[in-house]
């Protein structure tokens, strides 16, 4: 019965710990902003896991919430480096940012684009799916957006020939 529960367990420091962690990580937020969680590039994705596991060494292994805190902050402030530094140098943000990529142009799939970011065509079916396609006709574009999303623009109507404004496609990888 000692793997369900455990007289020994520290539960009242565990959420005492929680509750503080957890206001910490809004207060840090709050000071360098949303920006911090967003999932925009492959470092953002990184910092999101280190965060979570920081918490969870914090909460459960003994590491002490001031530790746990300092920890956090780092992170957060490092995230802030990096954004500044990514406005600045453009070279830094296309190295640690996915562009995103066409997957299909009008009722085009672009069979070699789907290959090089290792999607089935079921899956991008899929996608279209959710997005309500019924027809292909209705589709202007699909893009593999840096996030790893899948962004679906339909035509306004099936007979809609209207391009996409070149500003929604820009910074998009048409060919590799």
């Not at 503080?20 to 809004?26: K, P, T």
């Not at 910092?47 to 596991?53: D, E, L």
């Amino acid at each position: 019965m000692e793997w369900i529960f455990d007289k020994r367990d520290p539960l009242l420091e565990t959420m005492i710990g929680s509750i503080m962690i957890f206001s910490v990580i809004i207060l840090l937020t709050r000071i360098i902003g949303l920006r911090s969680f967003a999932k925009f590039t492959v470092y953002d994705f990184a910092f999101t896991i280190a965060i979570g596991s920081i918490i969870s060494s914090t909460l459960t292994s003994g590491t002490s919430i001031v530790h746990g805190s300092v920890a956090i902050a780092s992170l957060l402030f490092l995230t802030f480096i990096f954004s500044t530094l990514q406005k600045k140098f453009p070279a830094l943000s296309s190295t640690i940012s996915n562009k995103p990529l066409l997957l299909m142009r009008g009722n085009q799939i672009l069979e070699e684009n789907l290959k090089h970011a290792r999607i089935e065509k079921s899956q991008l079916i899929a996608k279209l799916r959710e997005a309500n396609v019924s027809r292909l006709n209705q589709i202007q574009a699909v893009v593999l957006e840096s996030t790893g999303d899948i962004s679906v623009l339909h035509k306004s109507t099936d007979t809609d020939e209207q391009s996409v404004d070149s500003i929604i496609l820009e910074g998009v990888r048409e060919k590799l």
